[in-house]
């Protein structure tokens, strides 16, 4: 009796549980794919509602080495988009495709090749930024995280950048836009080093292309701070996220040219300044520098410069123009002769230390004039002074050398002077 009982209980709270539970709307009535196609059309409906295009203030690398870009972008209902950017002429204006797709939420992919946008992500860099291989790390196809007419965020596939795209006035002309924005880099290119001062608060900052690294002593520890940053229209510094110095936060700088250099300062009034420096080891490798057999300190560099003089130079029946450091690129330097008009070089890998420490070691390449005189006229007797050694510079004047004096690390005796006016007969000055 009390197990048939218990059935009826069970039985009656079944019924009673089915009678008092209500029904359920389906909350996914619709299908997934129309729930994709719809949200792909309204992130279309953004995309093309802004008449004069997009900002896309564009960081590539997810570690943000190369700083940010700006990147105008226009896209259109039948799947086309204009593509400009800082980093090419003012004018240009690339035409190419894009679509929208689902990839694990809504994608914006700029499918065809865009000779702006794709430079960003090509492994092999037309402009030679980043390793061969790598390029400068960017994305061309971007999850969309939010998508209004008032602001758009991209996030990367691959590098997961975040990116920000805001519409673009009416009123601004793309070309006048990107014009400023290169204007205010041709000045700011031009420095790349600078003192931060904010009372008795000192740091030293270095550039490398659009990032800062911001060293300063914070008890017994040196402490670096990476700012990557995007220049604005305006012709200001904007970091990518605020930077705290000193217990003030820093968003924006703004440049205030001077009878020198100028400085950049707050934007937000704290009362600091970031003033230009020019290291010498910058200064030597960024211009010509001429070399005089008299600016020789060491003996047996002037006895190996002789000999090409007195040996060499009769067997070839051509005098020595000149003789001179030029730069190659950014960690290459030339050094670079004419003889009787016929230029030749040879390359040499230049690496720096602190402000005033560079070393020379030979790259083992030349063009055929240059790697003619070294195989065959012991032309290793010109750059003994200087190849595989590291110098200590000191210069005439902190701000404009014109005279920059080498000083071997490990030999004194190893003196180089090198003067920014052009010599001539070198051997005979």
């Known amino acids: 009796m009390k197990k048939i009982f218990n059935l009826l209980f069970?039985?009656?709270?079944?019924?009673?549980?089915?009678?008092?539970?209500?029904?359920?709307?389906?909350?996914?009535?619709?299908?997934?794919?129309?729930?994709?196609e719809a949200t792909l059309k309204a992130d279309k409906e953004v995309l093309t509602s802004a008449k004069n295009g997009w900002l896309m203030e564009y960081y590539p690398s997810a570690n943000l080495t190369y700083g940010g870009y700006n990147i105008l972008v226009s896209f259109a209902e039948d799947g086309t988009v204009q593509v400009a950017s800082d980093i090419y002429d003012a004018e240009a204006k690339i035409a190419s495709t894009y679509v929208l797709k689902q990839s694990a939420g809504p994608v914006l992919s700029f499918d065809t090749h865009n000779e702006i946008m794709h430079f960003f992500s090509d492994p092999h860099n037309?402009?030679?930024?980043?390793?061969?291989g790598k390029g400068m790390e960017g994305d061309f196809e971007f999850t969309i995280m939010e998508a209004t007419k008032d602001k758009v965020i991209l996030k990367g596939k691959k590098n997961l950048t975040k990116i920000i795209m805001t519409p673009l006035a009416e009123t601004v002309a793309w070309k006048d836009f990107l014009q400023g924005v290169q204007d205010a880099d041709e000045v700011f290119s031009q420095f790349i080093a600078y003192k931060y001062t904010e009372g008795d608060f000192k740091a030293d900052v270095t550039v490398s292309y659009r990032n800062l690294a911001i060293t300063y002593t914070e008890g017994d520890n040196d402490v670096t701070v990476e700012v990557p940053y995007i220049i604005t229209t305006e012709g200001n510094i904007k970091f990518r996220e605020p930077v705290v110095?000193?217990?003030?936060?820093?968003?924006?700088?703004?440049?205030?040219?001077?009878?020198?250099?100028?400085?950049?300062?707050p934007t937000n009034g704290v009362n600091a300044l970031f003033t230009p420096t020019f290291p010498l080891n910058y200064l030597l490798l960024n211009n010509d520098w001429y070399f005089a057999m008299s600016g020789l300190g060491d003996p047996q560099a002037i006895a190996r410069w002789n000999a090409i003089k007195t040996q060499v130079m009769p067997a070839l029946g051509l005098p020595l123009d000149y003789a001179l450091f030029?730069?190659?690129d950014a960690t290459t330097t030339a050094f670079y002769w004419s003889c009787g008009g016929t230029a030749g070089f040879l390359l040499f890998n230049n690496k720096t230390a602190g402000d005033n420490q560079v070393n020379f070691t030979f790259a083992s390449r030349g063009n055929n004039f240059g790697v003619t005189l070294w195989n065959d006229y012991n032309w290793s007797y010109m750059v003994y002074p200087f190849n595989g050694k590291t110098f200590t510079l000191s210069a005439d004047s902190d701000e404009n050398p014109t005279v920059i004096t080498m000083t071997d690390?490990?030999?004194?005796?190893?003196?180089?002077?090198?003067?920014?006016e052009e010599i001539l007969d070198p051997f005979n000055k």
């Open 10 to 36: 069970i039985s009656l709270a079944v019924a009673l549980y089915s009678s008092c539970t209500p029904e359920e709307d389906d909350l996914f009535n619709d299908s997934s794919a129309n729930r994709i």
């Open 126 to 132: 037309p402009g030679g930024i980043g390793s061969d």
């Open 245 to 265: 110095l000193n217990g003030k936060s820093i968003e924006e700088l703004k440049y205030q040219p001077d009878e020198k250099y100028g400085t950049f300062s």
């Open 326 to 328: 030029t730069p190659y």
């Open 409 to 420: 690390n490990s030999n004194s005796k190893n003196t180089i002077k090198l003067y920014k």
